[in-house]
């Protein structure tokens, strides 16, 4: 090996390292900043009560809610909907199509999330007042709508990607017997990808629950816990961004913290099922 | 979350600059203070300073093109907490800092204007004047629909700002004489957000600074006082407060030479032309 390709592979070493120790710093840092509601037990107090700063309660159980049934709807939204988007792109499209649509799929991926706001907030906040959930349009649903806009692109990645893995064999032999394109894929090809249709899942829930601008655009941001999808309501990370101007050493700033262990918890509970999924002995077909 | 970068070619600025120079020279006398002065100003805070800020710092710029501005918003809090911790020389506050605030970060306060905070609802809503009992009853959550108070049979959307918002507390402080506010009312960030989110929902009712309110949403009359630039200077509109910018300790060099500028009489004529209140 040259010194060039030694000293490169110490220098993407050091990189992977630090972007590694970076982590698990701010888990340290988040942690080490929320030490005082842990000592006083006030982290699970601030988990299960409202937020209500003139009565003196600064908890973030409205938020968990609204972060966590906002993110849920949305993928109970966008799966279905990628999931057709991946079969057609893999199976029933014209084959010159194929190419060009999923680059337009790449592509969505990049739009910032505060165009997509954007837009909603004209459009579909509108639409969402005068013709399905009356109040003001900022609602649940509609950031759910958003979100599933924003995530399926990338779970439509994932979809296509697992799809394709599935040896082309296996659908010719489906064909062969007399099957059709549509038989192989329930039959053969979706439990096959199942995996990775899963960890494309997960990814999407990820995305969904660490989104902030539709949320804090779209989601309306009031405090009280919402009694359903037509309610305006606040998720975790809008939560951080209006509150995060409050003076340092008060109540408020804290909870913050609470919120930020919160999803990063979350993110790494993600992370680490994807892993596991991934160790997962792919079944063969039966 | 507004933020505004200003970067020009730097040919282009000179010439401009110099065209200025031979033509404008006998108007450009407050500009003046910019003269010889080199590098960058972030200014960050509140949100209703946003336009008098850009209109000052855009001049600056053209008449000095090595100076460099830039605005961000973020609230009251954001600007207290960012000047304190110097990580902007100038942070806006719409409403006087608190004397632990002040004593905490050695703040100087420099007010340049005046403002009211006006409650605006939208264009077509029939309800445009309200008491301030009526307004406590609204903001609590107490009354629910346009209904009774003579409007259309629609809920009422309550709009409210962020903990960090100058504009809420003086509103909370004048207008709801600190009475609650729902808990089921949405959240904006900004003064441009709440007129945004006003003028886009015909049963809204929400609260900005009298300097923004335009034609795009109606301004609401209490206990029969409009919120116009008239009556807030007059003293009749009683929710009103000083624009504050704060430095940490006296302001030096060219942050000195921008607050003189909107204290002089070119830097009060942009706060008049915003729909502001000067103090000279």
Same mark, same amino acid.
């Given at each position: 090996?040259?010194? &060039?390709?030694?000293? #490169? ?28 509601? =842990?000592?006083?037990?006030? &982290? ?19 938020? %968990? ?6 993110? &849920? ?5 966008? =799966? ?44 579909? #906040? ?20 958003? %979100? ?10 994932? @979809? ?5 893995? #599935? ?80 003076? #340092?050493?008060?109540?408020? =700033? ?11 918890? @979350? ?8 892993? %596991?999924?991934?160790? &997962? ?6 | ?10 040919? +282009? $600025? ?18 003046? /203070? ?28 053209? $008449? ?5 501005? +830039? ?37 100087? /306060? ?19 004047? /309200? ?65 945004? $989110? ?63 500028? /909107? ?18």
């Amino acid at each position: 090996m040259s010194i &060039f390709s030694r000293i #490169v592979e110490r220098l993407f070493s050091l990189a992977a390292a630090g972007s590694a120790l970076l982590t698990i710093a701010v888990f340290l840092l988040l942690l080490y900043l929320a030490l005082p509601l =842990f000592e006083q037990g006030g &982290f699970w107090a601030l988990i299960r009560s409202p937020w209500d700063p003139g009565a003196g309660l600064y908890g973030i159980y409205p938020m %968990l809610i609204g972060s966590l049934s906002i993110a &849920f709807l949305a993928l109970l939204i966008g =799966f279905p909907l990628s999931l057709g988007g991946a079969f057609f792109i893999t199976c029933f499209a014209p084959l010159f199509l194929r190419r060009h649509l999923l680059n337009l799929v790449r592509l969505l991926t990049g739009v910032p999330t505060v165009v997509y706001s954007f837009a909603a907030l004209f459009l579909l #906040v509108p639409f969402l007042r005068e013709h399905l959930t009356g109040g003001s349009g900022l609602n649940i649903l509609g950031a759910a709508l958003m %979100l599933a806009v924003l995530i399926a692109p990338t779970m439509i990645i994932f @979809f296509v990607d697992a799809l394709r893995r #599935v040896p082309s064999g296996y659908l010719q032999a489906v064909t062969a017997l007399g099957g059709s394109p549509g038989q192989g894929l329930v039959y053969i090809a979706l439990p096959l990808a199942w995996p990775g249709i899963l960890n494309g899942l997960l990814l999407g829930l990820g995305r969904a629950m660490g989104d902030t601008m539709i949320s804090l655009m779209i989601a309306g941001n009031a405090v009280a816990l919402p009694g359903s999808m037509m309610d305006s309501a606040r998720t975790l990370t809008a939560h951080i961004a209006l509150v995060i101007a409050a003076d #340092v050493s008060s109540l408020e =700033f804290q909870s913050i913290f609470a919120c930020g262990i919160l999803l990063y918890l @979350f993110t790494a509970l993600l992370v680490l099922m994807v892993r %596991l999924l991934g160790k &997962f002995p792919k079944r063969s077909p039966g | 979350m507004i933020r505004q970068f200003a970067k020009s070619n730097f040919l +282009t $600025a000179c010439l401009l600059a110099a065209s200025f120079l031979f033509s404008f020279q006998a108007l450009a006398g407050d500009l003046d /203070l910019f003269r010889g002065y080199k590098g960058a100003i972030s200014i960050s805070g509140g949100t209703a300073h946003i336009p008098v800020m850009k209109e000052a710092a855009k001049r600056a710029m053209t $008449a000095n093109p090595d100076i460099q501005i +830039t605005i961000a918003g973020g609230g009251t809090g954001v600007g207290i907490k960012q000047v304190g911790e110097k990580m902007v020389q100038i942070g806006n506050a719409g409403r006087k800092p608190t004397e632990a605030e002040i004593k905490q970060h050695g703040l100087v /306060l420099f007010q340049w204007a005046i403002d009211g905070v006006g409650v605006v609802v939208h264009p077509q809503n029939q309800v445009q004047a /309200l008491t301030f009992s009526q307004l406590q009853d609204i903001y609590a959550g107490k009354t629910v629909n346009w209904k009774e108070l003579g409007g259309v049979d629609r809920a009422i959307n309550l709009y409210t700002r962020d903990q960090a918002s100058g504009t809420r507390e003086v509103f909370a402080g004048k207008a709801l004489n600190k009475g609650a506010v729902s808990p089921r009312a949405n959240v904006v960030v900004s003064n441009g957000a709440m007129k945004t $989110a006003v003028a886009n929902d015909p049963y809204g009712i929400g609260y900005v600074s009298v300097g923004h309110i335009d034609s795009s949403v109606a301004p609401v009359a209490l206990d029969g006082v409009k919120p116009t630039e008239d009556n807030v200077r007059a003293g009749k509109y009683k929710v009103a407060r000083g624009l504050y910018s704060l430095t940490a300790g006296e302001p030096r060099g060219l942050v000195k030479a921008f607050l003189d500028y /909107l204290f002089s009489p070119s830097g009060q004529q942009i706060v008049i032309d915003k729909g502001f209140i000067p103090v000279r």
